[in-house]
């Protein structure tokens, strides 16, 4: 059973800095594109960022770009997302998922990152 | 950058009804489109992907059409498990993926 699970989550001071995790298990995890998507309060899904099976390719949203960063170790089957420069518009659920084809067939529960002070 | 819109933002419905909802993306995306059902508190449930494929474990009374830079989701005889919030997402290049702002599905 595919299962991946975030964690690293909570409150973050403004201009902070925060790492989440994802453990990913059922699958060979190094096949696949893995990606972090984001949802804040009572809003839609954004893409934050995208990372080829090697960690080769890193691609990000504009929003994130510069500030975030996304890797992945492929020996402990897991995903990291380092924040820096925290604002109050990164407050969202975070979540990373499974890139098939580059559709999201597996997604974690999502962890709740808030950025306040 | 591609930009997707959706319409309607909301659709009121009732239990048995044939519902579309409609995508358009920016530019060409080579069919690469995929949509989403969302719960409350939930993940995203991936419905459609490559356009109109079915993805395993999916009611057939879902489906999707479109090409170029227009898209649409189907749902045949709304049933009370589909009231929630779909999403078209692109993903023509890895370097850049857009979700929708989403469809609101309640009930009428």
């Known amino acids: 059973e595919v299962q991946l699970v975030e964690s690293g989550g909570g409150l973050a001071q403004p201009g902070g800095s925060l790492r989440l995790s994802c453990a990913a298990s059922?699958?060979?995890?190094?096949?696949?594109?893995m990606s972090w998507v984001r949802q804040a309060p009572g809003k839609g899904l954004e893409w934050v960022a995208n990372i080829k099976p090697d960690g080769s390719e890193k691609y990000y949203a504009d929003s994130v770009k510069g500030r975030f960063t996304i890797s992945r170790d492929n020996a402990k089957n897991s995903l990291y997302l380092d924040m820096k420069y925290l604002g109050a518009d990164d407050t969202a659920v975070y979540s990373c998922?499974?890139?098939?084809?580059?559709?999201?067939?597996?997604w974690g529960q999502g962890n709740l990152v808030t950025v306040s002070s | 950058d591609i930009q997707m819109t959706q319409s309607p933002s909301t659709l009121s419905a009732s239990v048995g009804d044939r519902v579309t909802i409609t995508c358009r993306a920016s530019q060409s995306i080579n069919n690469w489109l995929a949509w989403y059902q969302q719960k409350p508190g939930k993940a995203p449930n991936l419905l459609i992907y490559k356009t109109s494929t079915l993805e395993s474990g999916v009611p057939s009374r879902f489906s999707g059409s479109g090409s170029g830079t227009e898209f649409t989701l189907t749902i045949n005889c709304l049933q009370p498990d589909d009231f929630a919030t779909y999403y078209c997402?692109?993903?023509?290049?890895?370097?850049?993926?857009?979700f929708g702002p989403g469809t609101k599905v309640d009930i009428k």
């Open positions: 998922a499974r890139a098939k084809l580059g559709d999201f067939d597996y």
């Open positions: 059922g699958f060979t995890f190094s096949d696949y594109w």
């Open positions: 997402q692109q993903y023509n290049s890895y370097s850049l993926f857009t």
